[in-house]
């Protein structure tokens, strides 16, 4: 089992900075693809960056150039670093890995950008 802690969530004014970090612990063999979805109020979840164990990204078109994904291999954390916010990046935050095969889901933290 592996057990996912995010933290760094908040409230932001538009414009603003907030880096998310979300640690795994537990029984840890190999994580493989870590990565950030989100999910606004009536909307679906929905990917935000994800990150390889060799450092590969892949962000949403919607958060290029704003939202910068980045892991420490050693600490099992990954980190979300969102720039120039904006009201429509309200919503829950949730870090997602891949470990031996299984996906695993940390408890979610809110953001919220104010106009």
């Known amino acids: 089992q592996v057990q996912l802690v995010e933290s760094g969530g908040g409230l932001v004014q538009a414009g603003g900075s907030l880096r998310l970090s979300c640690e795994a612990s537990?029984?840890?063999?190999?994580?493989?693809?870590m990565a950030w979805y989100r999910q606004a109020p009536g909307k679906q979840r929905e990917l935000v960056a994800a990150?390889?164990?060799?450092?590969?990204?892949n962000y949403a078109d919607s958060v290029k150039a704003r939202f910068t994904i980045s892991r420490d291999n050693a600490k099992n954390t990954v980190y979300l670093q969102m720039n120039s916010l904006k009201p429509e990046d309200t919503a829950v935050y949730y870090c997602?890995?891949?470990?031996?095969?299984?996906?695993?889901w940390g408890q979610g933290t809110q953001v919220t950008v104010s106009a």
């Open positions: 997602n890995c891949i470990h031996l095969g299984r996906s695993y």
């Open positions: 990150i390889t164990s060799g450092g590969s990204t």
């Open positions: 537990g029984n840890i063999v190999s994580i493989g693809i």
